[in-house]
Structures are given as structure tokens and as C-alpha cells.
């Protein structure tokens, strides 16, 4: 159970790594506050409560379960802890804001999905040159939605691949 | 859903340890958070779905629209209405071409389908069944259950499963005309050029939205405009709001994400049952000890069902105050309280 990495797939690798870069500056170029989404702004307000020790709480009181709490900040039980973990840790190691911590895991997260896909292509036995040109699609779409669906998509596409890769050997 | 819909099936085909597993893992998986979610949901609103099924307000022709639009959303095609770009005409030639190969070939078509699929690798035919599914899951819960309401993000967590059955019609086509070399190249270029139009689209249609007033930047605009005690009401906020006295908005999260400052908001209906009259929510005010209230007007649509439960709101905006109520500024678009 493990990824064809072979020396016949370098090239490929390569020129997807060459898009991935590429498209991280491109979407790097779109980063702005207004750009993240509104449910995003819940795990952004965990992170910086978890840099700042006080655990993991939100100073967004939304939901009713952070009405019942009274208190702000509210221990944060809507939605779950890894992600704000995640944009914490990137934060703290890199000395990136936290908007733009989350930002960059999203966008590395969503480079991940078309290298799987290729990898999966290749399992599959289509063509590595069309490979290539369709997962190149991948890099472009939709990146207005929402950040944690592309974390999603490359969680679910991995298992995917990992299940295909399992089947055929 | 879905996943659990298909692996129970595969489990009832085979019968046997493997598919016994895979169905144990994968709807465990798919089930835990989907049962929580039902639980807290019945918890705080007294229905499984998480708050009233609001149907009566739109039609199936509406719904059908919001879905055509959020598809449009994912992948370019008719994002400008009615106005035909270089990705919908692309659209309309493949289409064509696929149209017009099965007129030729129509009875055979069915049976090209089927062998087809039946060519399909195991995670093709798991990709078309998920995605069949799930498509068919939420289009009926968003008819039945959510006043028509459909979202782009919703569908995003499938455009890979799409892509490996795009690729799967690849293989199968390239391995059944191995040697037509140039109309192969010409077949997957046109694809790949329409897939590619549509994003592009998509792209102009982004960067004309972050450009344009309406865009979500717009909520720190208007009130950096407005001044109060000489100083921008922006920045009034930012000196002036602190955890012990938070900020009543009713557009917090994405106000959060500019300001960083403590914020409280109503919950919408869909996740509470509590109504937020004037009763309610001078509780609440008393409750966090809250001093100011800015409400962006045009944010609040008192039609949509998902804020009928926001009446403090609604008398707000009708003039109808209530006398713990001070009104600091007035305008179209911005209503800022002072609580007496």
C-alpha cells in the first residue's frame, strides 16, 4: 500500500510540482481578509485564543451552544479543534499571521489533491500526458468556497487512493 | 450519507469479510459525525435537521435555479446569466459532438453506456455511485428541507470524484482507438480547453466581485466613514469593545475576521428555536453586558426565513425602538445603538 513513486514518474512529478508552485503563487496573490470565509472566522478566533493560552475557546458567540455558556470567550463545541490546532501551530512556527497561517494550509491542501489524483490516474492506467492535463483542471477551480472543504477533499481523494492502491496490489 | 448507502450495498453483494470491514470503517467514519450533528441538532431546536423546514416559501423552479447557479459557481459555465462566453460555447460544441455520436449510433448508445461503466476501474464506479448519490441526497433534502437553499461548497467535495470518472471515459475511449493518435489528441485537447474556459470564467467573475462594493471587504468600508468622538467608527469599535463589553452585530463571523474584537449575534433560526424579540434580547444584553449594537441593514434580509426568528431586528429597522435604545447613526445601510 504505497504510492507508485518510480523513477519512469519523475518527470511527471516534476512538471506537477512546477504547477503546484505556480498555483500557490497564484492563489497566494488572492489572499485577502475578505476572502475568508465566514465559518473560517470561528476556527481563526480558536487559534488565536489557543496562541494566546486561553484554550479552546471562540470570541465569535453564534451558535446557541455559545449563548448557554454566557461567558465570552465561549469554549468552542461546534466545530471540532484541529484546524484552529493546525493554523496555531503554522503560526507560531513560521510567524505568519493566523489569517494568512490558514490561508496558506488551505492552499497547500488543495495542491495536494491534484498530485493525488494524478497518482491515482496513473494506478488506473490513463495515459500520464492526459493525466497530467486533467488534473491540471484541479488547480483552478472554485476557490471562492469554503477553506475546510478542500482539506476535506484531499482527506477523502487520499483514502481514495490509498484504497485504489490497496486493490491492486 | 451516501457512503454508508453504498457500502452497505457492496456488503450485501459479497458478503464477506473485506466488504464487512470496509463498510464497518467507512460508515463508522461517515456516520459518527453526521449522528452528533442529528443529536445536537434535536438538543437545541427540536428537530433533526436543525431548525423549521422553511419550503413554503419557494418554488421547485427557484430551487432548480439556486442549484443551477451553484454549479455554475464550481465550474464557470453560464455564470453571466444568459450571456454566451467563450466557456459555454465550448460546452455547447462538445455537447454537440456527444449529442450527435449518439443520434448516429442511438441504438447502440445504451449498450456503449453499460459496457463502458462496465470497464470502469472499482473507484470509478465507486466515484459515480457516490456521486449520484450524494447529488441525489442533497438536492432532496435542499427542495424538502431548506427552502431551496444549495451551496457551491456543498458539491466542491465531489469535482475530484467527476475528474476520476473523466478519466476513466479517457482510458476506456484511448484504449479502444489506440492508433487514431490526432483525433485522440483533438478530442481530449477540446475537453480539456471547455473545463479549462470554465474556470477562467469563474476567475473574471472573482475578481470582478472582490472589485465591486458589494464584496465582503465592504463591511469595514461603510463604517470607517462614519465618525464618532472624532475618531472612525472603526476604530471607536476597536478601542472601545473589550470581552467585558462585547459588540451586538448581525454579521459577526465575517466582521470577526477584519476587527478582532469580542462580537455577539443572534443565532439564525436554523440553529436555535430561541426567538429573538425585544424581550430576549434585552436578556442578552444584560446578560454579556453588551454596550453598542451595529447593524449592517443591507445584510439583513427580513424576508429570508432563516432570520424570521430576529425581530429585534426587524423593529430596528421599522423605526419601532424600543426606549433602552439610543440611535448614535442612521442610515441606509448602517444602524449603530448605544444601550441606555
Known amino acids: 500500500m504505497k504510492y507508485p513513486f518510480n523513477k519512469k514518474n519523475i518527470p511527471y512529478i516534476v512538471v506537477l510540482f512546477f504547477f503546484s508552485v505556480a498555483s500557490a503563487i497564484f492563489l497566494g496573490s488572492f489572499y485577502s481578509k475578505s476572502y475568508i470565509h465566514s465559518d473560517a472566522s470561528q476556527y481563526l478566533s480558536v487559534a488565536e485564543n489557543i496562541v494566546q493560552g486561553a484554550g479552546i475557546k471562540t470570541n465569535i458567540i453564534y451558535y446557541q451552544q455559545h449563548h448557554d455558556q454566557s461567558t465570552i470567550p465561549a469554549t468552542q463545541t461546534v466545530f471540532p479543534p484541529g484546524l484552529p490546532a493546525l493554523i496555531a501551530t503554522v503560526h507560531l512556527l513560521t510567524g505568519l499571521s493566523l489569517s494568512v497561517s490558514l490561508y496558506a494550509i488551505c492552499v497547500i491542501f488543495f495542491l495536494a489533491v491534484p498530485v493525488q489524483l494524478f497518482f491515482l490516474f496513473t494506478n488506473t492506467g490513463v495515459n500520464k500526458v492526459y493525466g497530467i492535463l486533467i488534473v491540471s483542471t484541479c488547480y483552478m477551480f472554485s476557490y471562492s468556497t469554503d477553506n475546510k472543504f478542500r482539506i476535506r477533499i484531499t482527506i477523502y481523494i487520499y483514502y481514495i487512493t490509498k484504497h485504489s492502491l490497496y486493490c491492486q496490489y | ?340
Not at chain 2, 466613514?225 to 454579521?251: A, F, G, H, Q, V
Request: net charge neutral; aromatic share 18%; glycine share 4%.
Open chain 2, 1 to 340: 450519507m451516501s457512503l454508508m448507502i453504498y457500502f452497505t450495498y457492496k456488503y450485501f453483494i459479497y458478503r464477506n469479510s473485506s466488504s464487512f470491514k470496509n463498510l464497518l470503517i467507512l460508515m463508522s467514519a461517515a456516520a459518527v459525525i453526521p449522528a452528533l450533528l442529528f443529536i445536537r441538532n434535536y438538543y437545541y431546536t427540536g428537530s433533526l435537521t436543525g431548525g423549521p423546514s422553511v419550503t413554503e416559501g419557494s418554488t421547485i423552479m427557484e430551487t432548480l435555479y439556486a442549484i443551477r447557479w451553484q454549479f455554475s459557481m464550481l465550474f464557470g459555465y453560464f455564470i453571466n446569466g444568459v450571456d454566451i462566453g467563450i466557456a459555454e460555447i465550448s460546452l455547447f460544441v462538445v455537447l454537440f459532438l456527444i449529442f450527435s455520436l449518439c443520434v448516429i449510433d442511438i441504438k447502440k448508445f445504451p449498450i456503449l453506456l453499460k459496457s463502458i461503466i462496465g470497464l470502469f476501474s472499482e473507484v470509478a464506479k465507486f466515484s459515480l455511485v457516490y456521486i449520484a448519490l450524494s447529488l441525489s441526497i442533497l438536492i432532496y433534502f435542499s427542495i424538502t428541507k431548506s427552502d431551496g437553499y444549495f451551496n457551491a461548497r456543498y458539491i466542491m467535495v465531489l469535482f475530484p470524484f467527476f475528474l476520476i470518472i473523466f478519466s476513466e471515459i479517457v482510458r476506456v475511449y484511448m484504449e479502444s482507438h489506440t492508433k487514431n493518435y490526432i483525433r485522440n489528441g483533438v478530442v481530449i485537447f477540446c475537453i480539456f480547453i471547455t473545463f479549462l474556459s470554465g474556470q477562467y470564467e469563474l476567475y473574471k467573475y472573482h475578481i470582478a466581485e472582490r472589485m465591486s462594493e458589494n464584496s465582503t471587504g465592504s463591511l469595514i468600508y461603510p463604517i470607517d466613514n462614519i465618525m464618532i468622538n472624532d475618531m472612525s467608527l472603526t476604530r471607536y469599535l476597536e478601542e472601545s469593545i473589550t470581552e467585558t463589553n462585547p459588540l451586538l452585530t448581525n454579521k459577526a463571523q465575517r466582521l470577526w475576521v477584519h476587527l478582532r474584537i469580542p462580537l455577539v449575534s443572534f443565532t439564525p433560526n436554523l440553529f436555535t428555536r430561541t426567538i429573538w424579540d425585544n424581550i430576549k434580547a434585552k436578556e442578552m444584553i444584560e446578560k454579556y453586558n453588551i454596550k453598542y449594537i451595529l447593524l449592517y441593514k443591507k445584510y439583513f434580509n427580513s424576508q429570508s426565513k432563516a432570520f424570521d426568528n430576529q425581530l429585534f431586528y426587524k423593529n430596528v429597522i421599522n423605526s419601532d425602538f424600543p426606549d433602552w435604545i439610543n440611535v448614535i447613526y442612521n442610515s441606509d445601510e448602517i444602524l449603530f445603538m448605544e444601550i441606555i
